[in-house]
């Protein structure tokens, strides 16, 4: 059986959403598919390579077999991944490849897991690769549409993002470094996150008017910078796009990874163009 799952963008609220501000989130329309067949061993194929059970190389997938073991007897799988999401950009390969793999696993060996299990299964997966998460990538990757977190209060996102990928970055590095900042200056910092948690709340609130959102992206990047989590390349990014009449921010940690704004008719060299994406996970035809 053939599952898929939809990657995500933050649109507003990162690492302020660590400290319980909020944070909204899409699903974008790029997805991963995971086939699977009943078979004697464990044979894992990705673009990482093609291993067994394999908890260096596969980590997400071995995981989530691991944890659909617990409801189904699984002596053996094989496995195929094919992704539209960059790896380790912050775009949400790893929930979509978690949440992907459990829904073809379930289709495949006859296991009815509804949306709420395979997202709780799916944080689990999540927790026992990174040691701790927020739980929004599986969330968004299960069920599609876009949420204003910790609500999960849905909204309806009316226009197309550009993305440009700066490559890989480390979203434990760039949450301790905000952690290290808030330790010297708490009371600066607070303010930040309660400036960030206001974006949130007024961007849910003014969806439909672009202008608006603009200038809370511009808004949100500036903050994003003052905490220390954008870089050179990324300042310089977007001061280029300025000048181009773009308004544009980080999606995610920071530190390199994924910089978007609101498509309006110019795509920047180098970016992919996506849409919000209403359907989460799914069964796909063989
Ligand atoms: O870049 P990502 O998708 O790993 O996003 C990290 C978002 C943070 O707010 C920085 C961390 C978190 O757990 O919410």
């Known amino acids: 059986m053939i599952a898929s799952a939809p990657g995500k963008i933050i649109l507003f609220g990162e690492h302020a959403v660590v400290y319980g501000r909020h944070a909204l989130v899409s699903a974008i329309n790029k997805r991963c598919r995971v086939k699977v067949k009943k078979a004697g061993d464990f044979r894992i194929k990705s673009r990482l390579g093609v291993t067994g059970l394999d908890f260096e190389t596969h980590p997400y997938v071995s995981f989530a077999i691991k944890r659909f073991d617990e409801v189904a007897d699984v002596k053996g799988a094989d496995i195929e991944i094919e992704s539209e999401i960059p ?13 992907a793999t459990l829904k073809a696993l379930s289709a495949e060996f006859g296991v009815d897991l509804n949306n709420e299990e395979i997202f709780e299964m799916a944080k689990k997966v999540e927790i026992d690769v990174q040691g701790r998460a927020s739980g929004i990538d599986p969330f968004i990757s299960t069920y599609g549409g876009a949420w204003l977190f910790p609500e999960r209060r849905r909204v309806d996102v009316p226009f197309s993002f550009f993305v440009v990928n700066l490559g890989e970055k480390s979203t434990a590095e760039m949450v301790s470094k905000v952690a290290e900042l808030k330790n010297r200056h708490p009371e600066v910092v607070e303010k930040i996150f309660d400036a960030i948690d206001l974006i949130s709340l007024e961007a849910s609130r003014n969806m439909g008017d672009v202008e608006f959102v603009n200038e809370l992206i511009a808004l949100n990047q500036s903050l994003l910078r003052a905490i220390g989590v954008s870089t050179p390349e990324i ?12 308004v544009a921010k980080i999606t995610g940690a920071g530190g390199g990874g994924c910089v978007f704004g609101i498509y309006m008719g110019k795509k920047p060299e180098g970016s992919m163009i996506v849409e919000c994406e209403t359907e989460g996970v799914r069964v796909e035809e063989e």
């Open 87 to 99: 790896i380790g950009s912050g775009l949400g390969s790893s929930a979509a490849v978690i949440v």
């Open 235 to 246: 300042d310089e990014l977007i001061a280029r796009f300025e000048r181009g009449e773009l």
